[in-house]
């Protein structure tokens, strides 16, 4: 239990573990050019928005076997479903 102050409110908020749903699979359409990588159609998520920026930095930080490389930026507008990830180095 733990006592939060919200705009000069006092109110008293309790912890409950809840499940999150894993497993989420979707379809990309990527067009790739140096150092910068162009997704569009990314699927509306119940998800934070940083989130999503981190599932597709994860996804695209990956090692020789898939491509990808250090991200350098991950601009994600939910809005239009795209995303622009920039990498370091160009590959």
Known sequence: KHTVNLDSKITDV????FTLEMGIKFELHVTISGKKINISDIPELSIPEDWMRDKLELNFYKSKQGGGGEVENVSYDRQSGTAVITFLRPG
């Open 14 to 17: 309790r912890v409950k573990p």
